[in-house]
DNA sequence: AGAAGTTATTTCAAGCCTAAAATGTTTATG
DNA sequence: CATAAACATTTTAGGCTTGAAATAACTTCT
């Protein structure tokens, strides 16, 4: 198999040509998750204590601030790359609480176009000023340099799952 | 602007000062974010497909296959970082499945540990080495070395985490 | 020993999440 | 026109997740 020698770290039998490639693409996966979910949890206890929100809420509202006519339910759904069904809870509940509004799409019947209320942009913009302050101070051992570079081979992890078409 | 070796005296903290930093960051954030959800889920549907089962009972597994002696439900919560009664759940699920047995500890009727079973390890040993060939696969846009360096960059960030005292 | 505090785990309520089925609408085709 | 196929969204069933409250057992202090 592997025409490389030194393996005599044969644990579960990782089947691929490098073994010691694979070992440390597996620990940075598992490094990955653990920052990933490091961040994601203080942000989480943030939004909470802060603005009595959650991160999916946070994440509907900061992808209809982008797009200022809104958003069909499928985009939606797309662009925040959840099931439909989860969107229609979250959309659900931020409509009650007159964040979001659903508006029918002229000619199609099937469809709805959501978009943010005046309250509700002018509650993400106060939500987005303190969420960027976190995230800088969160990821401080980083600088801007390293964050670059990182961004740019992250970039090459998570192209897979962008392309259309072939 | 002030002079900028003082910085590093204070504290490794953010520098709010330097927007351009700071968006770099932000940008690295939601890099990270999608480059950990494109691969959690196609590790999810992985799972779904070949193993009939789940991320958070992999996850449980991988601990308990570590800790051969087994982990009290609290030890199990704080590895996996996870609230204590999601730990429950989970573990009551693989229970029924015969994949996990629950054993009282000695001396302290409040705790109990869990283990794998017979039939639990060897599950766990075929999904191990199927995982790290779909996590070689998908970060294979990135090579070992880029791997042990984004591994410590990545440590800086979760490493807050794991501070008791400061 | 008995009260008070701490620790380990489970239960609970509410929300998030997915895959699959169901509903209603539009478009294409015979 | 009728009907089949495709589409947008919601509903459903089941599992995951959290924070907080509830139980039960252990420890400490007087």
Excluded: C
Aim: aromatic share 4%; glycine share 6%.
């Amino acid at each position: 198999m592997s025409e490389s020698g030194a393996a005599h770290l044969v644990e579960a039998g990782a089947d691929a040509k490098d073994p010691a490639a694979s070992k440390a693409r597996l620990r940075l996966w598992l490094k990955l998750l653990k920052a990933t979910k490091h961040v994601e949890s203080e942000l989480r206890e943030n939004l909470r204590v802060t603005f009595d929100t959650t991160l999916p809420r946070f994440d509907v509202m900061a992808a209809l601030y982008r797009a200022e006519a809104g958003l069909k339910m499928s985009e939606l759904s797309s662009v925040l790359r959840v099931s439909n069904g989860n969107v229609t809870g979250i959309v659900d509940r931020l409509v009650i609480d007159g964040i979001l509004v659903r508006i029918p799409v002229d000619n199609d019947r099937r469809a709805t176009t959501v978009r943010l209320t005046k309250a509700g942009r002018e509650q993400f913009a106060e939500m987005a000023a303190r969420h960027e302050a976190w995230i800088n101070s969160l990821l401080d051992g980083v600088d801007a340099g390293e964050a670059q570079q990182m961004t740019d081979q992250l970039e090459r992890i998570a192209r897979k799952s962008n392309r259309k078409g072939a």
